[in-house]
């Protein structure tokens, strides 16, 4: 069975949007790529870093799925990362009410050594030398590593960032960001620069208007489910990067073809993901919806047409 | 061979984009709807108005191309339609500059006596009441009335338009007008609501970000292609228009897989519109290149993925 190492946040939300608001609720980017990878067949650990004061039925969620949790660490009398944001009307923007780093301010991670062979490594978005650090204890070159970043990293860490972008396989980056790093208006001329910077693959997210997979000349498209509400968008970029790499982890294949498939497991996932807070959808969801869902990702973008 | 008859302006544009601009050339939404039907293998008509000022060589163009111009009047003494528009640098923004309707303002549409029959009328962007007269003078129920508009008419005339959409079988409307004229933010909520007018299929277009086709509980998705550069989108959703009742009249088919086939010829037909100013592009199209892009399509958006 193929191995998933992720790296990321597992942290307190507290969500509100135009139909409700939450306490403190589970949320982190390595927790949502951790409980998409879940629905696949796969051996996956989380490395990370929580506080004293976080529930373990929080950390039992995750072991109940299977995911290998002796990498993150619990920091004693440490309190964990904390975000807070509000979203507007039309959930496109969003504002952060608060951010903590508390325990992340100090982590050292540190890769278990049944997972320092891990076919497929996933960065979730967090300090490039945390995720350099990640990479540099693997004992052999993972078949694929896949980072996921945000504009926070280009504006205050940006040679830290490069030199981790320089060394995956896959970036996954939201289409301003791709604009950010590369000075490029058009995603055509961001990709092309984004694979001059080191990686193969550049997958661009686009939220509500799905999302790009660039290599080489090739870029395949994955629409997002037209839905009849989104309910709390937090998450779904994580769930996406989830759904990714779980199926090229269950399935071992590194092709482009494969990667298309890929793409459609993590917009499928995700359109779950957004039709609850936070985490909620995503625990409560089984294999045949997930298939029923997937079905219509076939109707909603095959076509037939003759071309002479 | 299937019927097609088109009513809209036949105008000159005044255009100014980030790249450069243009005098006074050849616009108009019936323009670019019969350049891009005419791709297809079917006998096209436009229905419009032009002044004396309109060149003879711009309508020879039309006429080179097979379309059937005796339902363009020239008023003698009279002044073309007149639009002026410069885009922001996104080209995703765009503001008038001048919009100077003279001869469409006393414009009777005459519906030619061999047209009378059409099987597809395409109602391109225009004051509702002229729409609605030439549904009144078809002899017979078209096969399928399309009809695109725009906010302009829901600001202005809208129990006027409310009518015309009642009548027809398609509407092609942008995502921000379907949001207007229906207050609802989901357009999955908003093409049900338009359903709900009328119109058995509801087209959203969302320039960039691809077009969607609704029928009943049925969602298919068109991507735009991604493209290193757009120079000019002016005109593209008329053609993307054009490619779509092109189609359909070409293959004599008004089926639902039909129709995901005719918005991809249509979303094809626009790729092309927007590499060049105006027309440009589309005067020197081949039908080599269109079917070369037909087949982008289908790389970028054909996935093979096993559901269990």
Known sequence: MGKLLIVGTVAFDAIETPFGKTDKILGGAATFIGLAASHFNLDAAIISVVGEDFPQDYLDLLKDRDIDISGIEIVPGGKTFFW????????????????????????????????????????????????????????ERPKLIVLDTMNFWMNTTLPELMKVIEKVDVITINDEEARQLTNEYSLVRAAAAIHEMGP???????????????????????PALPLEEVFDPTGAGDTFAGGFVGHITESGNISFNNLRNAVIHGSNLASFCVERFGTERMLNLDRKE???????????????????
Chains 1, 2 share one sequence.
């Open 200 to 222: 193969k693959y550049v997958v661009i997210k686009k939220g509500e208007h799905g999302a790009l997979l660039f290599h080489k000349e090739r870029i395949f498209f994955a």
């Open 84 to 139: 807070s944001g509000k979203y507007g009307n039309d959930l496109n923007t969003r504002e952060t009410l608060a951010t903590e780093p508390n325990v992340l301010i100090d982590f050292k991670p540190v890769v278990p050594d049944n997972f320092k062979d891990a076919d497929v490594v996933m960065l979730g978005n967090l300090h490039p030398d945390i995720q350099l650090s990640v990479i540099e204890q693997m004992e």
């Open 290 to 308: 997930v298939g029923q869902r997937l079905q219509e990702f076939v109707e909603l973008t095959q076509f037939d047409i003759e071309i002479e």
